[in-house]
């Protein structure tokens, strides 16, 4: 059964039992605890710990994940992985232990067809029900069933939801190692195929086990556990699974899978990282510094290096993505359509970094050859950190090859110069809570999500019930009603402002959020009280809420724009949405071009005067994707999303606030456009009044300019150009008598001369002056060495010409140190310069000496 096959069986198994088939979710999660998606269960967290409402009863999923834990010892064995894919079953509060213990074994050994004489079970020790249930209901052989201690019980974190698991087990026989099952025997020999997670239980603060209202189930099955185990194999590379990137891997270095081993851990390191970094990309990862852009970065740079070792010479990053897609791109078919995306995101990655390998890899080479020479056993972090920040290696990859000649980096001095530069990039503040999460939670759970009533004008004001309030920082409030006219900040649209008034207090709303998915916090002063079970009349600021309306509708139109513009792998990569402003950052390898920024600003201008009605739909997400429409980054969206269709061209996955036609944004005006990080860019824009009060400002310069010149706006160019020219002439005589003053005095030197030596001193010259008298009274007067000297504004000069009986910069440098300074030039000519104008007789002297006796 090769992976194509399993996938579907398993969710068509589960479709029959009754499972929503759940679309897998991106690798980039929502949930800001992990970096990336890292288990099936992930994207249902929020059913889980009931901050939402399952939509379904239970549901099924193959859901891509992506782990680094075991980065790096993939490649030197035939079954670790990066990127995965995790089968999955997922009740909320539907079936329990029976039913979930009951369709696995279904599923494993009438559909998957395993031996169960091959197949072992463990459970938690305190689990009498799992047991029983093992033994009783499905009939497995009691000796082959095994209790086992925190191995088996799964928590989400400290406190929360949490329970016993049990988990199958297959034997691959004797020759993988000792008999004894999973609990005794050899690792090799038993593998854990799948994990039944049973969640019943509440872990307070104090370590207390609570039984849940409702209990849930979570599984996960590895689909590269199974499919070689249904194939016969031990090595997930010799499964179709990694087939056709083996042969990419192959080709782009010209080696040959199975004739070395070194090769061999090189072959399997580019397999998967190739498909992970695919993956990532295609999900909205790209290359940076930090966070999840960082572990792509260390993935595509450990591959390159990897494959630069093997003796790939070229780029290989295209010939690994065009092999994902082959792989992958039936079951996820955004792949193939964002195929030109991905390629030319990576290669441009690789190609950086091929630029700073080869005198990274010299500069590693000569610090472990001084280390291991001096018989030091570190390499030191500044090394290290070099390495990192000037030819970018990550620190991961710089300790996996130092380890080859047996060292270590010393992590602590390296850290220490990271968190000195992460100091200087870090956010300088960010807002803090006002109220713990079991003060919100308590809110939601009594009284339900905020209805949210204010997307139309006549919403504005609303009358509400007040159903909560916490006391916070700094004098601020937290006020929680039933109803708000109130957009809580999300999507990158900032959080309304207004006013909540009852009978015995007046609140001043500073903002808008949702500390849990569904819940309104309306931050504010209060003057008076605010009391709980209070009637109130919730206002938004109209001005403002339109504001952000026409930069929110804006923001649509400016992704449509740059896709057209610029090509379609633009994506957002996050935004503001402010009352006087919009800020939109997207993914690009470039700046724009002068052309292309203006044919952006013609297009989101030329849909506004259409005045065309912005709609906004409810659909299921596959509805809305069947349609076109894209989601936005950072955005959360549930099965059922609201569709935005800004004009006739743009349709967005969006939540946030919009007009209700395309004339009321006014004129767009982009007013910069620049780099935040590798791969984004950043517009700011203008709309509405802002716009118009942008061109007014910039209608009153011009004209204050037109003035001064004394021209009118249309021709100030012209007059600019006019004004230039007058300049340049003025200062071409400015300079013609500066040069014949300097000639005139150059000439009434020449006469004390005595011989053919002129020293003189002249009163406030510059040293550009100096010079020009000494080479010009040189040349008048045929004299062979002129020393002329002068101060000015504190300062003091020397300069000294020679017709070659003397070396003017030598003669220089010693009159520079008696005049507090130094100086230099050519052997006919130099110049010094110092800040002891008193010691300038004295370097005459000194000069008047020297050339006596030359």
């Not at 209202?213 to 590269?224: Q, R, S, V």
């Not at 093997?310 to 992958?328: C, D, K, N, Y």
């Not at 504005?460 to 920082?473: D, E, F, Q, T």
Request: proline share 4%.
């Amino acid at each position: 059964m090769d992976a194509s096959a399993m996938r579907r069986s398993f969710l068509e198994f589960f479709s029959q039992q009754g499972h929503e088939i759940v679309p897998s979710a991106s690798l980039i999660p929502h949930d800001p605890s992990v970096l990336f998606t890292i288990a099936g269960m992930v994207p249902f967290k929020p059913y889980f710990l009931g901050d939402e409402v399952a939509p379904w009863p239970r549901a099924t999923s193959v859901q891509k994940c992506f782990r680094t834990v075991d980065i790096d010892i993939v490649g030197t064995t035939t079954r670790h992985c990066t990127f995965f894919e995790m089968l999955g079953n997922f009740s909320f509060g539907d079936y329990f232990k029976e039913g979930a213990i009951t369709m696995a074994w279904t599923l494993v050994t009438e559909v998957l067809g395993i031996e169960a004489d091959r197949l072992w079970v463990t459970v938690h020790e305190s689990d009498d029900d799992a047991e029983a249930l093992w033994r009783d209901a499905i009939g497995v052989d009691p000796a082959r069933i095994q209790r086992m201690g925190e191995d088996n019980f799964w928590r989400m974190g400290d406190t929360g939801p949490c329970g016993p698991c049990s988990e199958l087990y297959f034997d691959k026989g004797e020759a993988y190692g000792a008999d004894g099952g999973p609990a005794y025997g050899g690792a090799e020999r038993f593998v854990e195929i799948w994990n039944l997670v049973f969640m019943q239980f509440d872990r307070g603060i104090d370590g207390t086990l609570r039984p849940l209202p409702k209990t849930n189930i979570d599984t996960g099955a590895g689909l590269e556990r199974l499919v070689p185990i249904l194939n016969g194999t031990d090595s997930i590379f010799a499964t179709d699974v990694f087939a056709g990137l083996l042969d990419a891997a192959q080709s782009a270095t010209g080696r040959r899978y199975g004739a070395h081993e070194a090769d061999d851990v090189a072959l399997r390191i580019l397999a998967d990282h190739g498909r992970a970094m695919t993956m990532l990309v295609a999900d909205g990862v790209l290359p940076s510094n930090e966070g999840r852009g960082y572990v792509l970065r260390r993935i595509v740079r450990r591959a390159v290096m990897a494959a630069r070792r093997a003796g790939a010479q070229s780029v290989i990053t295209p010939t690994l993505v065009a092999a994902t897609v082959e792989s992958l791109g039936e079951a996820y078919p955004t792949l193939r359509r964002d195929l030109d995306l991905v390629t030319g995101v990576l290669s441009r990655e690789e190609e950086g970094f091929d630029r700073t390998l080869r005198t990274g890899m010299t500069l590693l080479e000569e610090a472990t050859t001084d280390i291991e020479t001096s018989g030091a056993t570190h390499l030191p972090g500044e090394v290290a950190f070099r390495l990192h920040d000037t030819h970018g290696f990550p620190i991961e990859l710089t300790e996996e090859l130092v380890a080859e000649k047996s060292l270590m980096v010393s992590r602590a001095e390296f850290e220490a110069l990271m968190n000195e530069q992460r100091e200087r990039a870090r956010a300088a503040a960010r807002t803090p809570r006002a109220a713990d999460e079991a003060a919100y939670r308590a809110i939601l759970d009594a009284e339900g999500p905020t209805v949210f009533v204010g997307r139309v004008t006549e919403e504005y004001s609303v009358p509400a019930r007040v159903i909560g309030v916490l006391s916070g920082a700094d004098g601020v409030a937290e006020i929680f009603l039933d109803r708000s006219p109130f957009y809580a900040e999300s999507g990158g649209q900032m959080g309304d402002t207004g006013v909540i008034e009852t009978a015995t207090g007046t609140a001043r709303i500073l903002d808008t959020v949702a500390p849990l998915p569904g819940l309104h916090a309306h931050r504010a002063t209060i003057e008076g009280e605010i009391e709980l079970g209070q009637d109130a009349l919730a206002s938004i600021d109209p001005a403002r809420r339109e504001a952000l309306r026409r930069n929110h509708t804006a923001t649509h139109l400016l992704h449509w724009a740059l896709r057209e513009v610029l090509g379609e792998h633009v994506r957002q990569q996050g935004s503001l949405v402010a009352p006087d402003r919009l800020r939109f950052d997207f993914s690009h390898h470039g700046a724009p071009s002068t052309e292309e920024l203006e044919k952006v600003t013609k297009m989101v201008n030329g849909q506004v005067l259409t005045d065309a009605p912005v709609e906004t739909t409810e659909a299921s997400r596959a509805e809305a994707e069947a349609m076109g429409a894209i989601a936005f980054f950072g955005d959360k969206y549930g099965e059922s999303v609201r569709v935005v269709r800004a004009g006739a061209e743009s349709l967005e996955f969006c939540g946030g606030t919009h007009v209700s036609a395309l004339g009321a944004i006014g004129s767009i005006q982009i007013i910069s456009e620049g780099s935040i990080g590798s791969n984004t860019r950043r517009i700011e824009a203008v709309t509405g009044l802002e716009s118009v009060e942008r061109s007014l400002t910039t209608q009153r310069a011009l004209d204050h300019a037109a003035a001064l010149l004394k021209s009118e706006p249309e021709q100030i160019l012209d007059a600019i150009e006019r004004s230039l020219e007058r300049t340049k002439a003025v200062e071409r005589e400015r300079d013609a008598l500066r040069q014949a003053s300097l000639d005139a005095e150059a000439a009434a030197l020449i006469s004390t001369a005595e011989g053919s030596t002129l020293i003189a001193s002249v009163l406030g010259r510059s040293a550009d002056d100096l010079r020009h008298l000494a080479g010009g009274a040189l040349r008048a007067g045929g004299l062979d060495v002129v020393v002329i000297g002068s101060t000015l504004e504190g300062k003091v000069s020397v300069a000294v010409a020679s017709a070659g009986a003397v070396n003017a910069q030598d003669l220089v440098k010693t009159l520079g140190g008696l005049i507090g300074g130094g100086g230099g030039g050519s052997p006919q000519m130099a110049v010094a310069g110092g800040k002891n104008p008193d010691g300038l007789p004295a370097a005459l002297a000194a000069a008047r000496l020297e050339l006596s006796g030359s």
